[in-house]
């Protein structure tokens, strides 16, 4: 019985020390200069993620927004829908958060003008495998990244077009289907 009363009391003193512990780590991170509130919000990032909902998975800073999708190895990005503003440059990351490799399992961002038919689209960069499905010289790209396998990241920068809505999908043979979203232009 004494023994019992004697552990939990030691129990009693660990969980103080780890809150107290925990605490100070609080304070630290509290100390910091001003690059630490910055990190304070990109810790926000998580809880946005997990929502996946509009205008999210974007930050803005000295007049570029940045964009942060992500494609996973279930074929789904993170995002449905991205919004910026005409003319403002955008750089958008594409991590892929998954492990397959990119023959199994890649993924690309590829925006696409106004009006294109998606389907068709995707059929003919079905086809373009030796260049990372993106069909030579097609008309209908306004930017893409480098095809990426699970694990890796990768940006471009660009400058947002005209007002208006277009398509972004993954090219990556029948991974539109899911993979796709609106990019919104305001
Ligand atoms: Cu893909």
Do not use: W
């Not at 190895?73 to 910026?84: C, G, H, W």
């Not at 503003?85 to 199994?104: C, I, S």
């Amino acid at each position: 019985m004494k023994n019992i009363q004697r552990f939990l009391m030691i129990l009693a003193t660990v969980v103080f020390v780890s809150c107290g512990d925990e605490k100070k780590e609080q304070e630290t991170i509290t100390i910091g200069e001003e690059g630490t509130v910055e990190r304070t919000t990109t810790t926000n990032t998580t809880a946005r993620d997990t929502a996946g909902t509009t205008a999210e998975g974007t930050t803005r800073q000295k007049g570029v927004v940045q964009v942060n999708l992500t494609g996973n190895d279930q074929m789904q990005f993170n995002l449905k829908e991205i919004r910026v503003k005409a003319g403002e440059t955008v750089r958008l990351t594409l991590k892929h958060v998954g492990q397959l490799p990119e023959n199994a399992m890649g993924h690309n961002f590829v925006l696409l003008r106004k009006g294109t038919d998606v389907v068709d689209f995707a059929t003919k960069a079905a086809s373009a495998s030796q260049n990372e499905y993106i069909p030579e010289g097609a008309e209908q790209v306004i930017v893409h990244t480098e095809m990426i396998g699970g694990g890796e990241e990768t940006s471009i920068e660009f400058t947002a077009p005209e007002a208006g809505t277009y398509d972004f999908i993954c090219s990556f043979p029948g991974h539109y289907i899911q993979m796709q979203g609106k990019f919104i232009v305001e």
